[in-house]
């Protein structure tokens, strides 16, 4: 005989007690089951919002992140181009460091123009194959 049984003076294997009694204990069973289903959807709830938390996090980080290194790569672009025109401009007996900033600022958008027509057209010859290859 279990312990429960022997406390409700029942024996093994025999009903305890009338059904008025099973269903008034299946009534609390199902109110104690609500309650924990309860709790487990509401740490299910706390840790999904944890999670999105600690996503956004990261994401802003990472932004915070990407825009500081873009930051410094500018920076040591226009240190580089500035230091370039300087280094052009002082190859005149007065220096001139005009001069200098004029020839690289037009080797840079020259270069750039060069670099977006080269882009375009292989974009456009990739996209081009694709469409004769079908």
Do not use: C
């Amino acid at each position: 005989m279990d312990s429960e049984t022997q406390s409700r003076g029942g024996t093994a294997g025999q009903p305890d007690g009338s059904p008025v009694d099973a269903f008034k204990s299946a009534g609390e069973h199902l109110a104690q089951f609500k309650s924990f289903f309860g709790n487990y959807l509401s740490a299910k709830a706390d840790s999904a919002k944890l999670s999105l938390r600690r996503l956004l996090i990261a994401i802003a980080l990472g932004f915070v992140g990407a825009i500081a290194g873009v930051a410094v790569i500018v920076t040591a672009v226009v240190l580089l181009l500035n230091g370039l025109a300087n280094a052009i401009g002082a190859f005149f007996d007065p220096p001139k460091p005009w001069v200098g900033q004029l020839v690289v600022s037009l080797a840079v958008l020259i270069g750039t123009a060069v670099t977006t027509i080269l882009v375009i057209r292989k974009m456009t010859g990739a996209s081009r194959r694709r469409t004769v290859d079908k």
